[in-house]
């Protein structure tokens, strides 16, 4: 069975930074393009960012570039986003997703983690 | 990239049919035949069950289907039962191996 597992949200202050990682299992981690996507209170999903499979190329959403940076360790099945610069609008459950089709459609989702930004 | 609009809510009763629509542009729904849908339970992750524009992944009732028409795309669920009662999220690939997404429709089961 094909599973991500999303860790690192917490409460920081505006400006900080943290780490999210999404460790997969149960298949060839090398082998896909992986993505980031939010979802802030009561809000719908919101796309972050994206890898492809050997973390040669990388997008972001104009509203995270710069701040956000999305990398990949496939030794260790791992995916990870860093981010910066934290404001109180970057609050949100995220979710790494595999992409199928590059970015066509997404499956499976992990159960994401929660990042609150507020002093 | 602007985000698909979806119908807040939407409701039927036991047995019933839904039809969820999502409208984008020609920039992406209206462009390719990639569009998806996602079911989303409170507190859960969302869970593929339309990609493709009308495909099911394995294991989803065939209760579910989707199509699209120009710009707009639909998720039409028959046969309504308790457990379809959740939020319902559309996607579309938007090029540049970017998609966009809809802002969620709650679908409340009578």
């Known amino acids: 069975e094909v599973q991500l597992v999303e860790s690192g949200g917490d409460l920081v202050q505006p400006g900080g930074s943290l780490r999210l990682s999404c460790a997969a299992t149960?298949?060839?981690?090398?082998?896909?393009?992986m993505h980031w996507v939010r979802q802030a209170p009561g809000k719908g999903l919101v796309w972050v960012s994206r890898?492809?499979?050997?973390?040669?190329?990388?997008s972001y959403a104009d509203s995270v570039k710069g701040r956000f940076t999305i990398t990949r360790d496939n030794a260790k099945n791992t995916l990870y986003l860093q981010m910066n610069s934290l404001r109180a609008d970057d609050t949100a459950v995220y979710y790494c997703?595999?992409?199928?089709?590059?970015?066509?459609?997404?499956?499976?989702w992990g159960q994401g983690t929660l990042v609150t930004v507020s002093s | 990239q602007s985000a698909l609009t979806q119908p807040r809510s939407v409701s039927g009763s036991p047995g019933q049919s839904v039809t969820i629509s999502c409208t984008g542009t020609?920039?992406?729904?209206?462009?390719?035949?990639?569009v998806s849908w996602y079911q989303q339970h409170p507190g859960k992750a969302p869970k593929v069950m339309i990609y493709?524009?009308?495909k099911r992944p394995s294991g989803v009732p065939d209760r579910f289907s989707g199509s699209k028409s120009g710009n707009t795309a639909s998720l039409t669920i028959s046969g309504l039962q308790a457990e379809d009662e959740a939020d319902y999220h559309c996607?579309?690939?938007?090029?540049?191996?970017?998609?966009?997404f809809g802002g969620g429709t709650k679908l409340t089961v009578l």
């Open positions: 997703a595999r992409a199928l089709k590059f970015a066509r459609w997404f499956d499976p």
């Open positions: 149960g298949l060839t981690f090398s082998s896909y393009w």
């Open positions: 890898i492809n499979s050997d973390g040669s190329t990388t």
């Open positions: 020609s920039s992406d729904v209206g462009a390719y035949d990639s």
């Open positions: 493709d524009v009308n």
């Open positions: 996607c579309s690939y938007a090029g540049s191996y970017t998609p966009v």
